[in-house]
């Protein structure tokens, strides 16, 4: 416990508590309707994608830019996306099979332009791989800042628009037949999760961002039956995985922050496939084993009365 409070207290801490639970905050909030719509490999996917976009920014402008990173990540998922839409539209491939496709070609393309950055003149390549696995530590203050204001417009986007995203993840059709724009939503919302993959490179890197969307969306299904509910409790354990992370990395100095919150995430996750209420193991064990008592008492009721029966005749 004195970790934690001397955790608290350490102002380089303090900026990757706050970048981590803002990082899961949101992820965990838009990962609920990619979760909902099928799309648990769209995260991946343009995670994967962002690395040409991160390669291409720094060899253009030949500083390491955050800024600079985040914006050529952005342009290379939104690519990706349209990538994966033309494949879909215009050839019998499926979408996941499309993703698979996008996934490797960028990210192949991704290490083959970080290789030739690590052999070229560059005289600031170095630490560019870090956002192969990600690199929390080095998260400062303009870094959450940026965090920061993408988690605040992610779910007040998600907040005023919860009942056209809702329509859109159960039943496109129908909200398509009340007259909402579905082609505009679905780009939005896409456009929303490219942002939470990109912000999220940094602390966890590009191999497991794709963590930070799907898993506490799925934890959080075993709780509730209920949207809403669900949409918060995704971003509580998104948020709590971060705190949980920082706090266990600032304990040894070996431990990556990005990975071990992904690991809590996963622990939490654990915990809700067991223990959860309706969903969980631990609910269907004991439902069956209430519902075959129950059966039993049945037959035992029946084959009283049927004996009675005989003894009266």
Known sequence: MESFWSMLTDPNAQWILLGC????????????FAYLRKQSLMGDTLAHAALP??????????????????VGAGIAGLLATFGIGWITRYSRIKSDAAMG????????????????????????QSGLDKFLFGQAAS??????????????????????????FKLL????????????????????????????????IQAVGVVLVAALLITPAVSARYWTDRLGVMVLLSGLFGALSGVVGTWLSSTTVSL??????VL?????????????????????????????????????????????????A
């Open 169 to 200: 993840s159960f039943d496109p059709g129908f909200a398509k037949g009340l007259g909402f724009p579905i082609a505009l939503l679905d780009q939005l919302l896409m456009f929303f999760i490219v942002v939470s993959v990109v912000i999220g």
């Open 53 to 70: 976009g991160i390669c291409i920014a720094f060899m253009l402008s030949g500083t390491k830019s955050i800024g600079l990173f985040l």
């Open 21 to 32: 639970m803002l990082l899961g905050l949101c992820s965990g909030v838009i990962g609920c």
């Open 256 to 261: 990556p922050t990005g990975p071990v919150s």
């Open 264 to 312: 809590a995430q996963t622990l939490l996750f654990g915990l809700s496939l067991l223990l959860g209420p309706r969903r969980g193991l631990l609910a269907k064990r004991l439902t069956h084993r209430k519902a075959k008592l129950v059966l039993q008492e049945e037959q035992r009721m029946r084959a009283t009365v049927s004996g009675k029966g005989g003894v009266d």
């Open 139 to 164: 998260m400062i203050g303009s870094d959450v800042t940026i965090m920061l204001i993408v988690s605040l417009v992610i779910v007040a986007a998600c907040t005023l628009l919860f009942k056209e």
């Open 101 to 124: 496709i996008v996934l490797s070609s960028f990210f192949g393309l991704g290490i083959v332009l970080l290789t030739q950055i690590q052999h070229s003149n560059y005289g600031n």
